[in-house]
């Protein structure tokens, strides 16, 4: 997976996570395009869950910092993820489902950040203008 301009939503430290994610998303690329061992993978979930943990908890906090209305919204968006991803890390644990992977997620951080992230970084890029020009 590439990283596009498209995707940015304009605030830097953001748009730097979600290229970290992004790479994670290539890395699992490539280990199911090597045909790896499932306890390859594995450790790239647990990995990308904690990043994305640490991500959601530094998009909240600005979410707060600016008084984003939908940030109730938003937090049970990203609740329901890590629920998904600590289903996903006990699937590949029981089972061989590599190649469900990069569907799942792709899907979900083209998602997260386009229809999730852009519509808050619009927001957060507005109240910052409008409090320099206060």
């Known amino acids: 997976m590439q990283w596009k301009p498209e995707y940015a939503i304009g605030i830097a430290e953001i748009d730097r996570q979600h290229q970290t994610l992004i790479e994670f998303v290539t890395e699992f690329e490539d280990a199911v395009a090597g045909k ?3 306890n390859t993978v594995q450790p790239l979930i647990v ?3 904690e990043f994305v943990k640490f991500h ?3 998009e909240e906090s600005l979410m707060q ?3 984003y209305p939908r940030l109730v919204a938003h937090r049970a968006e990203h609740l329901y993820v890590l629920k998904q991803f600590a289903a996903l890390e006990h699937r590949v644990l029981r089972q061989e489902m590599k190649a469900e ?3 799942l997620i792709s899907a979900w951080l083209v998602d997260h950040m386009t229809d999730s992230d852009g519509p808050f970084g619009r927001y957060a890029l507005g109240f910052a203008s409008a409090s ?3």
Request: aromatic share 12%; no cysteine.
């Open 132 to 134: 320099r020009a206060a």
């Open 65 to 67: 910092i600016v008084n």
């Open 47 to 49: 990995r990308a869950r």
């Open 56 to 58: 959601f908890a530094v």
């Open 36 to 38: 790896v061992h499932w």
């Open 101 to 103: 992977l990069m569907p």
